[in-house]
């Protein structure tokens, strides 16, 4: 039997959160993070609600699966970002040791892996699962934000 | 007359927090931001106390000096720190788009400097304000901590 908690069932979760933050009229990115199978926390991007640039969803869901655990450290979980993480992002998931992470769509701009940001040693990175879904919704939104400014 | 305030005497204050800090138990880092000759926002480093490794004292400092002024960015203002930001909050940093950061000692290991992180091109950096009393607010505490193990 297939396992049906396979990263893309994961990543579809995000994807929810991400919608979550496109309907708030945030840039569309969200987060899970993944504990022996099971989700212990989810987040979207909340920085013009919050007026806070590092309310991104992977430093709200870091701290959120923190709380959870009881634990600074995520060394036995995966993150899975629809977009991937930004320097700043990056830089909060050293210090988190986090398992693994599984990000969706590429940011050739801003992204960690253009600025060669080192992430902990112990850190899997698995990339481009459903990444055209994870795009789209990011390429309506910026859509969407142009029609609104014409 | 001199202007009492000087880079010096912003650190004095960052030094301050550090020892509110130091006093927790917790890495001894403390900040303060700067607007027109004002600090709007304090905050030493609390990952121990809240159980979370975002909770550096740049990460905090920049939070509150959004709340106060209800704007995301920080053009106009000034982050007195006394240890050099590590890659995440250089990242924030970006984010933020903060006019200039003031920090006191190196940090060579885990420093923004060493790993190429980007700032902001309008944000301008100083070094090495207060270093001898940063750093050394630091190395008590290790050694602190190392008696304590032994």
């Known amino acids: 039997m297939q396992n049906p908690f396979d990263d893309t ?17 945030e ?11 099971q989700i212990i926390a989810r987040a979207h991007n909340l920085t013009q609600t919050l007026t ?16 959870y655990l009881g634990s600074k450290y995520l060394k036995n ?7 991937e993480p930004c320097c700043m992002c990056a830089g909060a998931s050293f210090w988190t040791q986090i398992g693994k992470i599984v990000y969706g769509a590429s940011d050739e701009n801003r992204g960690f892996l253009k600025h060669k940001i080192p992430l902990h040693p ?7 699962i459903l ?3 994870c795009s789209a919704l990011l390429w309506q939104f910026f859509e969407k ?4 400014k014409s």
């Not at 979980?77 to 977009?83: A, D, P, Q, S």
């Open 52 to 67: 806070d640039v590092t309310a991104h969803a992977e430093m709200q869901v870091f701290t959120s699966a923190a709380s």
């Open 9 to 25: 069932y994961f990543m579809k979760q995000a994807l929810k959160e991400a919608q979550l933050a496109f309907d708030k009229n």
């Open 77 to 83: 979980c995966v993150l899975y970002v629809t977009l």
């Open 122 to 128: 112990k850190t899997e990175v698995v990339s481009g």
């Open 27 to 37: 840039i569309p990115v969200g987060a899970v993070i993944v504990c022996q199978n």
């Open 131 to 133: 990444k055209t879904d």
């Open 145 to 148: 934000q142009r029609k609104l």
